[in-house]
């Protein structure tokens, strides 16, 4: 598998976070590839307005091995055989992998870098159930199952996206926007009448860890882990059901600082995370990584319908002002890449093109503000 060194672009780069609207996997490739061409990174796109299979739970559930799962009126499930809904999902994201592979041999394209995305294992062992009806987050021994599963599936979805792009470095997106609430023991029961045991940081850094490790044996020559809470993912993500009461925020907020260290932990290539969730101490975390060459995809192009995203004089202020503030030099802004606040999928392609342009203008004033 090709593997680029993990050296940064000499620019300010821009990527999706990989959900996009629509149901048509061609023009997403060709957008992807067509927009983001080198040294920015196109991605593999997700198309969860397709229904079952093609939502974030669904794809990645697809890729695990020997746990095949379905669909139940709460939610994705394990069940002991493959059936309708799992196969879907298969043939979802095969179909997406062999568009890809076609848009980019009738272009003549070969991108540099392409980005795949995942759902991490925390996030999804809060979001399928076991059995019974519990969410898998409640047992150990599945929450460890899931994590091994999901690492042997990506291998063998690494083959098949490097042999739909030969010559392009693969870099994996992990979202982890259940991370937080996890660690927070916010998380609802199945009933939702109590909440999950909240799980220990430790095991979530040995979880990241091992993964990112397997991830690396895999050939993927870059990996982020995506702290986007679950709203700026899209509802797919969701396991919360809703906005909770302030003690909830409260620990949520608390959690989500405490999963940021553990991410800057776990021998990842870059973290991302939308600016509206950073304060000032957030700022001071990334800053010593990011001197210690830590990427961080920031998410700063908001994307809601029928708004019109700021301009982008605006949004690279956004960036710069914590960022002088902290005294981190302007030679490192090389590290960033820019990426909406939210996922895509709920606005219209129209929309998603102007974020991602509107993103590419931050980027290159950024990388103006670099070599001044």
């Known amino acids: 598998m090709s593997a680029s060194p993990n050296v940064s672009p000499q620019q300010v780069t821009v990527t999706s976070l990989g959900a996009w609207p629509g149901t048509d996997?061609?023009?997403?490739?060709?957008?992807?590839?067509?927009?983001?061409?080198?040294?920015?990174?196109?991605?593999?796109a997700e198309l969860p307005a397709r229904g079952v299979g093609s939502d974030a739970v669904g794809r990645t559930a697809s890729l695990l091995l020997e746990l095949?799962?379905?669909?139940?009126?709460?939610?994705?499930?394990?069940?002991?055989?493959?059936?309708?809904?799992?196969?879907?999902?298969?043939?979802?994201?095969?179909?997406?992998?062999?568009?890809?592979a076609d848009v980019a041999g009738a272009g003549d394209i070969t991108p540099?870098?392409?980005?795949?995305?995942?759902?991490?294992?925390?996030?999804?062992?809060?979001?399928?159930?076991?059995?019974?009806?519990?969410?898998?987050?409640?047992?150990?021994?599945?929450?460890?199952?899931?994590?091994?599963?999901?690492?042997?599936?990506?291998?063998?979805?690494?083959?098949?996206v490097q042999a739909a792009v030969p010559g392009s470095a693969l870099i994996?997106?992990?979202?982890?926007?259940?991370?937080?609430?996890?660690?927070?023991g916010t998380i609802p029961t199945a009933s939702g009448y109590r909440t999950l045991r909240s799980i220990p940081a430790s095991e979530l850094r040995t979880t990241w860890s091992t993964?990112?490790?397997?991830?690396?044996?895999?050939?993927?020559?870059?990996?982020?882990?995506?702290?986007?809470?679950?709203?700026?993912?899209?509802?797919?993500?969701?396991?919360t059901g809703g906005p909770g009461s302030d003690d909830v925020k409260s620990a949520e907020a608390r959690a989500w600082r405490k999963a940021l260290e553990t991410a800057l932990e776990s021998g990842v290539d870059a973290v991302a995370l939308p600016l509206n969730e950073l304060d000032t101490g957030h700022w001071e975390m990334l800053a010593s990584a990011i001197e210690s060459g830590l990427g961080v995809w920031a998410g700063t192009v908001p994307g809601r319908s029928g708004a019109v995203p700021p301009s982008y004089s605006i949004l690279a202020e956004r960036i710069m002002r914590p960022w002088r503030g902290l005294g981190l030099g302007e030679t490192l802004l090389n590290q960033l890449r820019i990426t909406p606040e939210t996922s895509?999928?709920?606005?219209s392609p129209q929309e998603a093109r102007t974020v991602l342009n509107r993103a590419l203008e931050v980027a290159e004033r950024l990388s103006e503000i670099r070599y001044l």
Not at 36 to 43: R, V
Not at 115 to 123: D, I, N, Y
Request: proline content about 6%.
């Open 211 to 239: 993964l990112v490790a397997a991830a690396r044996e895999a050939g993927f020559a870059q990996i982020a882990i995506n702290l986007a809470p679950a709203e700026s993912l899209g509802a797919s993500a969701s396991v």
């Open 344 to 347: 895509l999928a709920g606005v």
């Open 25 to 44: 996997p061609v023009e997403a490739a060709k957008v992807s590839l067509g927009l983001l061409t080198s040294p920015h990174l196109p991605c593999l």
């Open 68 to 100: 095949p799962v379905d669909v139940q009126p709460y939610g994705w499930r394990f069940v002991d055989r493959s059936g309708h809904d799992h196969r879907r999902a298969v043939s979802a994201l095969s179909t997406d992998v062999n568009v890809l």
């Open 172 to 184: 994996l997106q992990i979202d982890e926007p259940s991370a937080a609430p996890a660690l927070a």
């Open 112 to 160: 540099a870098e392409l980005k795949v995305q995942v759902m991490g294992p925390v996030s999804l062992a809060a979001a399928i159930h076991l059995h019974y009806g519990e969410r898998a987050l409640r047992d150990h021994g599945a929450r460890r199952d899931i994590a091994q599963s999901l690492a042997a599936g990506l291998a063998v979805h690494a083959q098949k």
